[in-house]
């Protein structure tokens, strides 16, 4: 409730606002794309870039209408994941993944029980999920996660593979991302929106990465499942050294495109920037190059009051977590000049906001995937 209030307010600000009257009527897609940066100076020293294009609607990412019912109505299953993840669960080395992740049933009190509930329920699917992806995925295993590892490892949130998930783990061989990515988004993916371009090309120039990998998820929520593509890479140990930001670095790309799929009315909340530094110090944002878009706290949110403006919304702008999200607002492209920003100078160009620490950016899950407002506005929840 508290999420939807914010959202209707959200919309209502928008609406009146002065500047948005003579622009074009906003409106929210079920497709969605989104770049995030992750510069982690606090743990792994690690930046994570991905892209992720996701939709509820099967016609978006394509997946066999009986199967994905099939999946949401069966009840105990919370998400099916293709992915070549290096250990994609403790003991399996050098090998692609397909998880069907299952709800542990209470009645089980042993190990063997669990494993005979959960394969009962993830061998009625394997088959057909090798069918749509042209796979040969094998069982291997059956693994109850005992912590959140699998979850880091895959970069995604409970939902997928927190404590307590159950997974039926059939592994297949390893296949190198460049070319799985290929296959699997020629599969998924209409190519309506393969030839509309924009993030998916970023994607698909990222996933000829040497370290990158792919995860696609089927995620059932309510009446429709979350489908999410995901292209990840990893820069190791080069957060420490990053003073001056340039998040299109790390996408391998000087210019970021909006798909062509959002021509047809104005969509600024469906292509979204999101970098997240995570520092053991406080630090804040400085120089940055394109405007910092006007925002008005409701809520202990801060909402933009001219979401037809591109530009930066930072919240918090200074601490040991500060996390930045840029919208294109009416225009269709940005390069990486106008996306550069410093970290630690004096010239803030934002105003002093204070830390939010329910703010988690290391999770890339969220099911609520047709709530682009509350995607942009918070960005990811523990």
């Not at 969605?32 to 870039?49: C, H, L, W, Y």
Request: hydrophobic content about 40%.
């Amino acid at each position: 409730m508290h999420k939807k209030i914010i959202f209707l307010a959200m919309i209502v600000l928008i609406s009146v606002s002065a500047n948005y009257a003579y622009s074009q009527e906003m409106n929210l897609a079920t497709f969605q794309e989104t770049a995030q940066i992750i510069i982690d100076k606090r743990i792994t020293q690690n930046v994570t870039s991905s892209i992720t294009l996701q939709s509820t609607s099967i016609q978006e990412i394509k997946i066999p209408v009986e199967v994905e019912q099939r999946i949401r109505e069966n009840g105990n299953i919370s998400a099916v994941i293709i992915t070549n993840q290096d250990k994609c669960i403790l003991g399996v080395t050098d090998e692609s993944c397909i998880l069907i992740n299952v709800k542990r049933n209470p009645a089980d009190t042993n190990f063997l029980t669990i494993q005979n509930s959960t394969l009962k329920i993830s061998n009625q699917f394997i088959d057909e999920i090798n069918e749509i992806f042209d796979t040969n995925a094998k069982l291997h295993s059956t693994f109850i996660q005992p912590s959140d590892e699998t979850n880091i490892a895959l970069q995604t949130s409970g939902v997928i593979s927190g404590k307590g998930t159950i997974s039926a783990v059939y592994t297949m061989p390893m296949e190198d991302t460049a070319s799985m990515y290929e296959k699997i988004s020629a599969i998924l993916i209409p190519k309506t929106i393969r030839d509309s371009g924009g993030f998916y090309d970023t994607a698909r120039n990222l996933s000829e990465e040497e370290n990158a990998k792919m995860t696609f998820s089927i995620i059932p929520s309510g009446s429709k499942s979350l489908l999410q593509l995901r292209v990840s890479s990893t820069y190791s140990g080069v957060a420490p050294s990053i003073d001056e930001i340039n998040p299109l670095e790390f996408l391998k790309t000087d210019e970021l495109k909006r798909s062509e799929y959002f021509s047809t009315g104005f969509y600024p909340l469906n292509s979204i920037v999101q970098v997240a530094i995570l520092s053991s110090e406080n630090t804040n944002i400085s120089d940055v190059r394109a405007d910092i878009i006007p925002t008005q706290v409701i809520d202990n949110e801060k909402i933009p009051t001219d979401i037809s403006k591109n530009g930066w919304v930072f919240d918090p702008v200074e601490g040991q977590t500060i996390q930045g999200k840029y919208i294109f607002g009416k225009e269709t492209s940005v390069n990486s000049e106008e996306l550069r920003f410093s970290l630690g100078g004096d010239n803030l160009r934002a105003e002093k906001q204070e830390f939010d620490e329910s703010i988690i950016v290391v999770i890339i899950i969220t099911i609520v995937a047709i709530a682009a407002a509350m995607f942009y506005l918070k960005g990811y929840k523990k």
